[in-house]
Protein backbone atom coordinates (compact mmCIF):
# COMPACT_ATOMS: atom_id res chain seq x y z
CA UNK A 1 0.00 0.00 0.00
CA UNK A 2 2.98 2.27 0.69
CA UNK A 3 4.14 2.11 -3.12
CA UNK A 4 0.58 3.11 -4.46
CA UNK A 5 0.39 6.26 -2.14
CA UNK A 6 3.69 7.10 -3.05
CA UNK A 7 3.46 6.71 -6.96
CA UNK A 8 0.06 9.01 -6.16
CA UNK A 9 2.37 11.28 -4.74
CA UNK A 10 5.15 11.19 -7.39
CA UNK A 11 2.18 11.49 -10.42
CA UNK A 12 0.96 14.56 -8.59
CA UNK A 13 4.04 16.62 -8.63
CA UNK A 14 4.61 16.20 -12.17
CA UNK A 15 1.09 17.17 -12.99
CA UNK A 16 2.26 20.39 -14.08
CA UNK A 17 5.18 19.48 -16.07
CA UNK A 18 2.64 17.77 -17.93
CA UNK A 19 0.58 20.20 -18.59
CA UNK A 20 3.18 22.41 -19.61
CA UNK A 21 4.45 20.08 -22.32
CA UNK A 22 0.66 19.67 -23.21
CA UNK A 23 0.54 23.33 -23.75
CA UNK A 24 3.87 23.42 -25.51
CA UNK A 25 2.90 21.37 -27.94
CA UNK A 26 -0.12 22.90 -28.95
CA UNK A 27 1.29 26.05 -29.27
CA UNK A 28 4.59 24.59 -31.45
CA UNK A 29 1.21 23.23 -33.93
CA UNK A 30 -0.04 26.75 -33.81
CA UNK A 31 3.25 28.18 -34.86
CA UNK A 32 3.08 25.67 -37.74
CA UNK A 33 -0.09 26.40 -38.73
CA UNK A 34 0.22 29.80 -38.64
CA UNK A 35 3.31 29.63 -40.50
CA UNK A 36 1.45 27.41 -42.91
CA UNK A 37 -0.80 29.91 -43.60
CA UNK A 38 1.52 32.53 -44.03
CA UNK A 39 3.19 30.58 -46.74
CA UNK A 40 0.38 29.72 -48.70
CA UNK A 41 -1.21 33.21 -48.44
CA UNK A 42 1.60 34.84 -49.63
CA UNK A 43 2.21 31.80 -52.46
CA UNK A 44 -0.88 32.83 -53.63
CA UNK A 45 -1.23 36.54 -53.02
CA UNK A 46 2.12 36.64 -55.16
CA UNK A 47 0.59 34.32 -58.10
CA UNK A 48 -2.35 36.64 -58.13
CA UNK A 49 0.09 39.78 -58.57
CA UNK A 50 1.69 38.32 -61.53
CA UNK A 51 -1.70 37.62 -63.46
CA UNK A 52 -2.63 40.94 -62.86
CA UNK A 53 0.40 42.47 -63.79
CA UNK A 54 1.12 39.92 -66.99
CA UNK A 55 -2.57 40.91 -68.62
CA UNK A 56 -2.48 44.89 -69.59
CA UNK A 57 -6.42 45.35 -69.40
CA UNK A 58 -6.22 43.49 -65.82
CA UNK A 59 -3.99 47.11 -64.57
CA UNK A 60 -6.60 49.62 -65.28
CA UNK A 61 -9.91 49.98 -63.67
CA UNK A 62 -10.51 47.87 -60.59
CA UNK A 63 -7.29 45.91 -61.22
CA UNK A 64 -5.09 48.32 -59.76
CA UNK A 65 -7.47 48.76 -56.52
CA UNK A 66 -7.29 44.79 -56.67
CA UNK A 67 -3.54 44.98 -56.71
CA UNK A 68 -2.95 47.36 -54.37
CA UNK A 69 -5.26 45.36 -52.03
CA UNK A 70 -3.44 42.31 -52.56
CA UNK A 71 -0.04 44.32 -52.16
CA UNK A 72 -1.38 45.58 -48.72
CA UNK A 73 -2.58 42.55 -47.76
CA UNK A 74 0.88 40.99 -48.54
CA UNK A 75 2.57 43.24 -46.00
CA UNK A 76 0.19 42.41 -43.53
CA UNK A 77 1.15 38.64 -44.27
CA UNK A 78 4.51 38.70 -44.56
CA UNK A 79 5.45 41.67 -41.70
CA UNK A 80 2.95 42.44 -39.45
CA UNK A 81 1.24 38.74 -38.77
CA UNK A 82 5.03 37.34 -37.93
CA UNK A 83 5.86 40.79 -35.86
CA UNK A 84 3.00 39.40 -33.63
CA UNK A 85 3.34 36.15 -33.67
CA UNK A 86 7.05 36.71 -32.26
CA UNK A 87 5.69 39.00 -29.83
CA UNK A 88 3.21 36.13 -28.50
CA UNK A 89 6.39 34.52 -27.10
CA UNK A 90 7.76 34.92 -23.86
CA UNK A 91 10.67 36.69 -24.60
CA UNK A 92 11.46 40.60 -23.24
CA UNK A 93 9.99 43.46 -25.63
CA UNK A 94 10.59 47.05 -25.09
CA UNK A 95 7.70 49.47 -24.80
CA UNK A 96 9.09 51.11 -28.17
CA UNK A 97 9.14 47.91 -30.50
CA UNK A 98 6.09 46.33 -29.05
CA UNK A 99 4.04 50.23 -29.76
CA UNK A 100 5.68 50.30 -33.10
CA UNK A 101 4.96 46.79 -34.41
CA UNK A 102 1.14 47.57 -32.75
CA UNK A 103 0.70 50.74 -34.95
CA UNK A 104 1.87 49.35 -37.81
CA UNK A 105 -0.36 46.59 -37.77
CA UNK A 106 -3.21 48.36 -37.33
CA UNK A 107 -2.04 51.13 -40.16
CA UNK A 108 -2.13 47.84 -42.70
CA UNK A 109 -5.25 46.90 -40.87
CA UNK A 110 -6.63 50.32 -41.98
CA UNK A 111 -5.54 50.35 -45.21
CA UNK A 112 -6.59 46.96 -46.17
CA UNK A 113 -10.21 47.71 -45.01
CA UNK A 114 -9.96 50.91 -46.70
CA UNK A 115 -8.98 49.15 -50.08
CA UNK A 116 -11.83 46.52 -49.58
CA UNK A 117 -14.38 49.59 -49.08
CA UNK A 118 -12.99 51.83 -51.83
CA UNK A 119 -12.94 48.65 -54.54
CA UNK A 120 -16.66 47.84 -53.07
CA UNK A 121 -17.73 51.47 -54.12
CA UNK A 122 -16.20 51.24 -57.71
CA UNK A 123 -17.95 47.90 -58.06
CA UNK A 124 -20.81 49.81 -56.93
CA UNK A 125 -20.37 52.53 -59.71
CA UNK A 126 -19.64 50.30 -62.40
CA UNK A 127 -22.72 48.39 -61.93
CA UNK A 128 -24.88 51.35 -61.36
CA UNK A 129 -24.20 54.35 -63.47
CA UNK A 130 -21.70 52.56 -66.21
CA UNK A 131 -21.72 55.79 -68.02
CA UNK A 132 -20.09 58.13 -65.55
CA UNK A 133 -18.03 54.85 -64.29
CA UNK A 134 -15.72 55.82 -67.14
CA UNK A 135 -14.58 59.02 -65.36
CA UNK A 136 -13.78 57.60 -61.80
CA UNK A 137 -12.39 54.87 -62.90
CA UNK A 138 -9.29 56.57 -64.58
CA UNK A 139 -5.93 55.56 -63.23
CA UNK A 140 -5.03 59.01 -61.94
CA UNK A 141 -8.58 58.61 -59.25
CA UNK A 142 -7.51 55.17 -58.69
CA UNK A 143 -4.17 56.63 -57.27
CA UNK A 144 -6.11 59.36 -55.79
CA UNK A 145 -7.99 56.48 -53.86
CA UNK A 146 -4.88 54.84 -52.95
CA UNK A 147 -3.29 57.81 -51.41
CA UNK A 148 -6.42 58.62 -49.71
CA UNK A 149 -6.78 55.33 -47.79
CA UNK A 150 -3.15 55.34 -46.94
CA UNK A 151 -3.91 58.75 -45.54
CA UNK A 152 -7.00 57.99 -43.44
CA UNK A 153 -4.85 54.75 -42.22
CA UNK A 154 -2.09 56.74 -41.12
CA UNK A 155 -4.56 59.43 -39.64
CA UNK A 156 -6.45 56.66 -37.69
CA UNK A 157 -3.15 54.07 -37.15
CA UNK A 158 -1.00 57.01 -35.86
CA UNK A 159 -2.33 58.33 -32.86
CA UNK A 160 -3.21 55.07 -31.64
CA UNK A 161 -0.30 54.15 -29.40
CA UNK A 162 0.57 57.23 -29.10
CA UNK A 163 -0.10 57.67 -25.86
CA UNK A 164 1.62 54.53 -24.65
Do not use: E
Amino acid sequence: MANVSHSANLSAQFRPFQNYMTYSNAVAVWYYVSYYIIALSTMLNVSLLAVIYSKKNLRAGAGLLISHLVVVDLLVILVAFPANISQTQNQPVSNFSCAAAQTFTYVLWCAKQYSILFLAINRVLALHVPRQYRIWSRHKNNIILIAVCWLIALIFGLPSNAGK
